[in-house]
């Protein structure tokens, strides 16, 4: 168990994405099960929308220094001992692979065995990649079955038969070194976990989904919007459609002609009904023209839909509740595909919703929360 040894230790989760790098600083103790929120940290990229490859790199490095700084100010240079930087779809190269061992003559399942189906996952994923300058940093098992028949604790299991689903997600090696050499610059024992969010919140939406169900799970971000497939309790793939927040955040500064922070701050007010009200309808006909185009966007997310023969759909919408009442008002499922949207279910699921499993629960508002709150809750693991 993390953290066994103490009474109390900080941790922090990092949300490295295309708009901005956020992160949140928690407390897990022995005496309470649940963490405690402490502080988040947020940092935007220079606005623009034209970046290419070396400025998110350039940036990224920036803002996360940034953080770090801001981190050391906050908690009086007591840094926290495990980090967990979460990768948004650019940053990264993922997989899912399925693995099948047969004729064993009933033998007991060992961890030896498992780690053997990993490294080959790992060796096979690398060979497909062709690269050298990345670097694996997740392996997660996500569905084991022993002769035909789903397994949550596989080892010690006897089988003759063993199918095993991987998901892999590697990083270019630069970026995962650089990253972790400001972290040991504050702190030289530190540990240090890379994580994707679509596997982060696929574990966490397993406490509502059956095990083997299949969903949509849509994650507006900054400037990209990861939308992850889950067929029979897999993730099969993960779109990234280039649209997200930022692309609200920019018009409203151009439009109200302030800095991006202060765009920030007003949408917050218009999702919490702080607005007056020609100052809320005015913002809802700029929000609302914006994401119009998502109707074009989502045509990917329909043919994808299709590909996979999922019927009885669910869709999750996850986030920090930025706008997500308006893009599911706008986004109609008749709109957009009336054959699949007769067995469509649309949610909307935000991080109040995991809110009872916080010992204390605050600062967590806008665009990437979800993300953070699925790392925070994940952190045990």
């Given at each position: 168990m993390l953290f066994a040894s103490a009474t109390k230790r900080k941790g922090i989760v990092f949300d490295v994405g295309t708009a901005s790098v956020s992160a949140t600083l928690f407390e897990l103790s022995n005496q309470h099960h649940k963490p405690r929120i402490l502080k988040t940290f947020r940092r935007f990229h220079k606005a623009s929308l034209h970046k290419d490859a070396l400025h998110f790199s350039r940036s990224t490095v920036k803002q996360f220094s940034r953080i770090i700084e801001d981190v050391h100010e906050f908690t009086e240079g007591s840094m926290p001992e495990l980090?967990?930087?979460?990768?948004?779809?650019?940053?990264y190269l993922g997989k899912t692979q399925k693995f099948h061992r047969g004729q064993r003559k009933n033998a007991q399942l060992k961890v030896s065995e498992i780690d053997s189906i990993v490294e080959d996952g790992r060796k096979k994923f690398l060979d497909d990649l062709r690269r050298e300058d990345i670097i694996v940093f997740e392996n997660i098992s996500m569905k084991t079955l022993l002769n035909g028949y789903l397994i949550e604790s596989p080892v010690g299991?006897?089988?003759?038969?063993i199918d095993v689903w991987l998901r892999l997600s590697a990083?270019?090696?630069?970026?995962?070194?650089?990253l972790t050499e400001i972290i040991r610059s504050e702190r030289r024992d530190a540990e240090i976990r890379f994580s994707t969010f679509p596997v982060s919140t696929w574990a966490l939406m397993r406490q509502t989904l059956p095990k083997e169900s299949s969903a949509i799970m849509v994650d507006i971000g900054g400037e990209l919007t990861e939308v992850t497939f889950i067929a029979d309790g897999i993730i099969t793939e993960v779109l990234s459609l280039p649209f997200g927040v930022l692309n609200v955040l920019l018009r409203i500064s151009e439009n109200e002609r302030i800095d991006l922070e202060n765009a920030f701050s007003l949408l917050k007010s218009y999702t919490s009904g702080m607005l007056e009200s020609e100052a809320e309808r005015n913002l809802s006909l700029l929000i609302r023209k914006e994401i119009k185009r998502w109707e074009q966007l989502f045509e990917r997310v329909w043919?994808?839909?299709s590909r996979e023969s999922m019927v009885n759909i669910k869709m999750f919408f996850l986030g920090g509740g930025a706008f997500l009442n308006d893009v599911k008002t706008i986004l109609t499922p008749p709109l957009l595909h009336p054959d699949i949207s007769k067995g469509?279910?649309?949610s909307v699921v935000t991080p109040e919703a995991f809110r009872e499993q916080f010992e204390e629960y605050c600062?967590?508002?806008?665009?990437?929360?979800?993300g953070l709150v699925s790392l925070i809750l994940n952190a045990r693991r």
């Open positions: 980090y967990i930087i979460g990768l948004a779809s650019i940053f299991c006897s089988a003759d038969e990083t270019s090696r630069d970026l995962y070194d650089r043919q994808e839909a469509l279910h649309v600062c967590v508002e806008g665009p990437g929360d979800f």
